[in-house]
């Protein structure tokens, strides 16, 4: 395992597309165990692949109950609102509300191939959106409603 670089806002690799795995091969796995690595070495509670450079659509998370690593997630299902604070590991010092689902279901891939469902609510729903939308090119500040200002210590 090895700590990968965390890319920050501005660099276009956060603004693309991203693949889908079609092989889960052993640099898929190598791109896991990396990421999961770098999420705690840096506190995060979610981390996509291209925040490591990679135009894949993997995303690994721990919002404290219990890790996930998704390979392909797709949101098949959500419900109800809710607007609370996020930051992002490749925008620091940033924060902000955003309108999210209260819940959400989300089918995957795990890394043995198995087809997967997992539901989110409450900050696990806004972490698997949060990531998700990385996949598709979308940081989190294009859908703040309201900046917080941090008073500086
Ligand atoms: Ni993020």
Redesign the pocket.
């Known amino acids: 395992m090895a700590l990968r670089t965390i890319i920050k806002k501005g660099d276009e690799v956060l603004n693309k597309r991203c693949k889908e795995v079609k092989e889960i091969n052993e640099r898929i796995i190598e791109l896991l165990d990396d990421m999961k690595e770098t999420m705690y070495e840096s506190s995060g509670v979610?981390l996509?692949a291209p925040?490591v450079g990679v135009l894949k659509r993997v995303v690994v998370m721990d919002v404290g109950e219990d890790y996930l690593e998704l390979i392909n997630p797709v949101i098949i299902a959500s419900e109800g609102e809710q607007n609370e604070a996020e930051g992002?590991?490749?925008l620091p010092g940033i924060y902000g509300i955003v309108k999210r689902p209260k819940k959400v279901v989300v089918e995957y891939l795990d890394r043995n191939g198995n087809e997967m469902r997992v539901e989110g609510e409450d900050l696990k729903a806004i972490c698997l959106c949060?990531?998700i939308d990385?996949l598709n090119g979308i940081l989190?500040d294009e859908k703040v409603t309201e900046f917080i200002e941090l008073e500086k210590e």
């Open positions: 979610g996509a925040q992002c590991l490749s949060h990531e990385h989190f």
